[in-house]
């Protein structure tokens, strides 16, 4: 079983930067991609990015390209997250899911088998 470690989370304001990291516990794990998603609360799971592994193929929700970069290290089976000009529209709780196989879908939470515990991010105004 994959385990997926997140960490980088916190409060800042808003304008100011966080770096997410995931890290697979499994390093013979070799993913097609890996993504990052946010729920708020009161509000159901949404895509953020998704990096597809060989190939480092990027994919942004709307409303966070130009801000956020996903990056990935695959001798450590980590993916990052950069958040920059973050905005009190950021705050949620983060998770990094991991995906055996490739799917074109990568921006539904079904694409995915693995996932993380999470971690608040919360933007002040």
């Known amino acids: 079983q994959v385990q997926l470690v997140e960490s980088g989370g916190g409060l800042v304001q808003a304008g100011a930067s966080l770096r997410l990291s995931c890290a697979a516990s499994?390093?013979?794990?070799?993913?097609?991609?890996m993504g990052w998603f946010r729920q708020a609360p009161g509000k159901e799971r949404e895509f953020v990015a998704a990096?597809?592994?060989?190939?480092?193929?990027?994919y942004y929700t709307d409303s966070v390209k130009g801000r956020f970069i996903i990056s990935r290290d695959n001798a450590d089976n980590t993916v990052y997250l950069q958040m920059n000009s973050l905005k009190p529209e950021d705050t949620a709780v983060y998770y990094c899911?991991?995906?055996?196989?490739?799917?074109?879908?990568?921006?539904?939470?079904?694409?995915?088998?693995?996932w993380g515990q999470g971690t608040q991010v919360t933007v002040s105004s």
């Open positions: 899911a991991a995906a055996q196989f490739w799917s074109w879908t990568v921006f539904t939470t079904t694409s995915y088998n693995y």
């Open positions: 499994t390093r013979t794990f070799s993913p097609s991609h």
């Open positions: 990096i597809r592994w060989s190939s480092g193929s990027t």
